[in-house]
């Protein structure tokens, strides 16, 4: 068995939400509630898993995954920063990495530090949140830090019905609108401006009230993952 090793840290950041949580369907071994841990996200998976995977779902420490002969499954590990390809057999998720048999392992390479802002869906308010990313100091911070091209992905009871999203400047003046969702995920532009403090706006189907998140470009080429976490 291998183990990737680990790396990681959590630093706190304000996030404005206000909508009404709706019941959460829990999968099994998925990370999905405030209260579970989470430890890795899908990034590609065809063929038959057990339990079943979709992109983009996080996946809780201490999940077993079988892959089926002829299916393959990309994991991103958080607290390590990298992607493990795997096809067929099984992977053990933990908090410190993935443990899979050598032969199973079709690639191993480094992937995007993901930041992940918990965005909490109860009460009337505005209620707290946190990032986590390897590298980064334990800086209170308002904005969440994401590339100018950087991918946002929507996780949670809730991220099944985002449906688009705009871009605002710090005036509120719309920027870019109607980003499309798919696959619970959107990538920026490109063209944004480095250094700059703007708003992401998620919209859901059904509701009239988006999801507010403040961010700031970063001024780096780096390749960089925005997870929203809805709660």
């Known amino acids: 068995m291998t183990t990737v090793a680990r790396s990681g840290f959590m630093t706190k950041a304000a996030i404005l939400a206000a ?14 509630s405030a209260n579970t841990a989470v430890a890795a996200l899908v990034m590609e998976s065809s063929g038959v898993t057990k339990p079943p995977l979709a992109v983009h779902r996080e996946v809780a420490p201490g999940t077993k995954i079988a892959i089926a ?18 096809t067929g057999g099984t ?21 995007p530090c993901p930041r992940v802002h918990k965005i909490s869906l109860r009460g009337p308010g505005p209620l707290g949140g946190g990032i986590v990313s390897r590298g980064l100091s334990h800086n209170e911070s308002q904005y969440a830090d994401v590339a100018s091209d950087g991918l946002v992905v929507i996780t949670g009871a809730r991220a099944s019905n985002a449906v688009t999203a705009d871009v605002l400047d710090s005036n509120r003046r ?3 609108g109607d980003i499309p969702i798919r ?22 189907r059904g509701r009239s009230n988006p999801v507010e998140v403040p961010v700031s470009i970063s001024a780096s080429n ?9 709660e």
């Open 19 to 32: 909508l009404v949580l709706l019941p959460a369907i829990l999968y099994a071994g998925l990370a999905r």
């Open 69 to 86: 002969p002829g299916a393959r499954l990309s994991l991103l590990h958080y607290a390590t920063c990298s992607i493990v390809t795997l």
């Open 91 to 111: 992977v053990q998720v933990t908090e410190q990495g993935l443990e899979a048999a050598e032969s199973n392992i079709e690639s191993r390479k480094p992937g």
């Open 222 to 230: 780096a390749k960089a993952l925005l997870i929203l976490r809805l």
């Open 174 to 176: 719309l920027v870019e």
């Open 183 to 204: 696959q619970e995920s959107f990538r920026l532009s490109g063209l944004l401006p480095p250094r700059r403090p703007y708003f992401i706006t998620i919209h859901f």
